[in-house]
């Protein structure tokens, strides 16, 4: 009667340590998909296009060494926008706590990379630098972009309770 008992009571302890605990996941928000548009709204990652950027490179400036590539995937949606899908490469760096007055609630952590745009204006190569900055938002449910500052400007901000998403950065040059 007794190696029922144990039998069972092991049983038990088995199903209950398979249990699923989804609220104990953290979610990871981290992607983002950067359009580039002039001010009249036209695609500027069409290479195809005269006077529109025909490349583009990518440095990591926190990165180990002076040149640090970081590879961004030029896209295309089904509409023949064409954008650069970030998802990770770039070096972080920690910054604060997010609440000072809660200790452990989440710390933000800061990427910044160097782009290269290169155009041909007539006949001539011309390059634009472009700083880009991501900041992200760590706690213990989720891990996510919390913002992008595009050459000192803010070009996207999402709020700490915001949904997972792929999110959409519109650039306007």
Avoid: H
Wanted: hydrophobic share 35%; glycine share 4%.
């Amino acid at each position: 009667m007794m190696k029922y008992f144990w039998g069972t009571l092991v049983a038990v302890f088995a199903l209950l340590s398979c249990k699923s605990d989804d609220d104990s996941l953290q979610r990871i928000d981290q992607i983002l998909n950067i359009y580039m548009k002039n001010s009249a709204g036209q695609d500027l990652l069409n290479s195809k296009k005269t006077g529109f950027y025909t490349s583009f490179s990518v440095n990591d400036m926190l990165g180990s060494k002076d040149i640090s590539p970081v590879s961004i995937p030029l896209k295309v949606t089904t509409d023949s926008l064409y954008y650069m899908e970030y998802i990770a490469g770039a070096q972080r760096k920690r910054l604060d706590s997010i609440s000072p007055d809660n200790p452990g609630t989440g710390t933000s952590y800061v990427s910044r990379m160097l782009i290269t745009f290169t155009k041909t204006t007539n006949n001539v190569s011309v390059t634009t630098l472009d700083t880009l900055e991501i900041q992200y938002r760590n706690t213990p449910t989720v891990f996510q972009v919390s913002k992008v500052i595009y050459d000192g400007k803010e070009a996207f901000s999402k709020e700490a309770d915001a949904p997972n998403s792929i999110n959409v950065v519109t650039i306007t040059k």
